[in-house]
């Protein structure tokens, strides 16, 4: 089998709904964050929590985006550059962060 014979099955499709789901999970992250703000009062920690929350979740969107988008093509995809991969990888772990620190 040669390189450019490569059949690449359901990969991209799989890797395009893993993209999708992992925004979903932010999604549903953010929304927690902000509701567990909320139900305890506006104080400034939780204020600036939420917002910081709100800020990573669109940084992953925007990669998610980027990404999912790139696949639709009718060619290979592209890798994933480090630069994306890096972002993606700090917003989710300051979304679990700024998650744990609205509840307490």
Do not use: K
């Amino acid at each position: 089998m040669t390189a450019t014979g490569r059949d690449p099955g359901l990969q991209p499709e799989r890797t395009r709904l893993a993209w999708r789901r992992t925004t979903l999970s932010c999604t549903v992250v953010a929304l927690l964050a902000f509701r567990q703000a909320l139900h305890h009062g506006a104080t400034g920690a939780g204020v600036l929590a939420v917002a910081l929350s709100l800020l990573a979740w669109l940084g992953f969107l925007v990669v998610a985006h980027r990404r999912v988008t790139g696949m639709g093509s009718a060619g290979p995809p592209a890798a994933l550059s480090p630069r994306h991969a890096l972002t993606a990888a700090a917003c989710t772990v300051a979304l679990a962060v700024f998650a744990a620190a609205t509840l307490f």
